[in-house]
Antibody, heavy 117, light 108 residues
């Protein structure tokens, strides 16, 4: 059974950092691209970042470029999102997701990040 | 970036009623369109991919159609468990992947 379990969320002050993790199981992690998608409270879905299976290619939405870093550890089957210089507009539930057979066919349960003083 | 315009923003339907949700892309996305359902407090779930392919385990009352820039999701016979928010996603030209703004579907 495919499982994606996010962790690392919480309350953080503006300008500070936070690192999210997504532990994957039930599939060969190193064979698939991975993605982070977020949802601000009462708002819609917003793609944040993607990483290739090897980790050699990464992609970001413009609003997080230079502040967020997506990475992966294939030996640990874990995806990460390092978030620096956090802003109030980064407050959201962050989901990790993958594409095993169809676009974003598996999602984690999500982890809440609140940026507030 | 490709923009996705989704309509209507909200919809109320009676049990057994057929409902449709539309998504229009700002340019041709060659059927690279997926639909998701998100129930309250839950993660989104894939319903339809490549415009009309039904994801495994999704009831057959859900169907998708469209091509070019215009796509739709149809629910043939609204059920109580179909309440939620529905999103479209374009996966034709990325990054960025872009979602529609969502349609909130409720039972009348």
């Amino acid at each position: 059974e495919v499982q994606l379990v996010e962790s690392g969320g919480g309350l953080v002050q503006p300008g500070r950092s936070l690192k999210l993790s997504c532990a994957a199981s039930g599939f060969t992690f190193s064979n698939y691209g991975m993605h982070w998608i977020r949802q601000a409270p009462t708002k819609g879905l917003e793609w944040v970042a993607s990483i290739s299976p090897s980790g050699g290619s990464t992609y970001y939405r413009d609003s997080v470029k230079g502040r967020f870093t997506i990475s992966r550890d294939n030996a640990k089957s874990t995806l990460y999102l390092q978030m620096d210089s956090l802003r109030s507009e980064d407050t959201a539930t962050y989901y990790c997701a993958t594409v095993l057979g169809a676009p974003f066919d598996y999602w984690g349960q999500g982890v809440m990040v609140t940026v507030s003083s | 970036d490709i923009q996705m315009t989704q309509s209507p923003p909200s919809l109320s339907a009676s049990l057994g009623e057929t409902v449709s949700i539309e998504c229009r892309a700002s340019e041709d996305i060659y059927s690279n369109l997926a639909w998701y359902q998100q129930k309250s407090g839950k993660s989104p779930q894939l319903l339809i991919y490549y415009a009309s392919s039904l994801q495994d385990g999704v009831p057959s009352r859900f169907s998708g159609s469209g091509s070019g820039t215009q796509y739709s999701l149809k629910i043939s016979g609204m059920q109580p468990e179909d309440e939620g928010v529905y999103y479209c996603l374009q996966g034709s030209k990325y990054p960025p992947f872009t979602f529609g703004s969502g349609t909130k579907l409720e039972i009348k």
